[in-house]
């Protein structure tokens, strides 16, 4: 069983940056496809950024540009970096990881952009 644990989430004033990161338990992280999900109160889940196994990345429209994935397959770990923050960035940040056909989450840092 895989499993996801999200650290990096805190306070930060608006135009400020924060770097997410989750660990993944397991030998089958280099296979998996790993992103980033965040939800706001209220609002439903939404997708930030993906990135395959082999390295390539996808953001939605809205997210482009001020956030990057990445991935370090020999210490098991994905990594959002989030600059300009604003404060409609604020939200639970949830690490997905999918391999196999099973998807997995982790619980979820928070993020608070606020001045």
């Known amino acids: 069983q895989v499993q996801l644990v999200e650290s990096g989430g805190g306070l930060v004033q608006p135009g400020g940056s924060l770097r997410l990161s989750c660990v993944a338990s397991?030998?089958?992280?280099?296979?998996?496809?790993m992103g980033w999900y965040r939800q706001a109160p209220g609002k439903q889940r939404d997708l930030v950024a993906i990135i395959t196994a082999s390295g390539n990345t996808m953001y939605p429209d809205s997210m482009k540009g001020r956030f990057t994935i990445s991935r370090d397959n020999a210490k098991n770990t994905v990594s959002l970096q989030m600059n300009n923050l604003k404060p409609e960035d604020t939200a639970l940040y949830y690490c997905?990881?999918?391999?196999?056909?099973?998807?997995?989450w982790g619980q979820g840092t928070q993020v608070t952009v606020s001045s």
């Open positions: 997905y990881g999918a391999v196999n056909k099973e998807a997995y």
């Open positions: 397991g030998d089958i992280f280099s296979s998996s496809l």
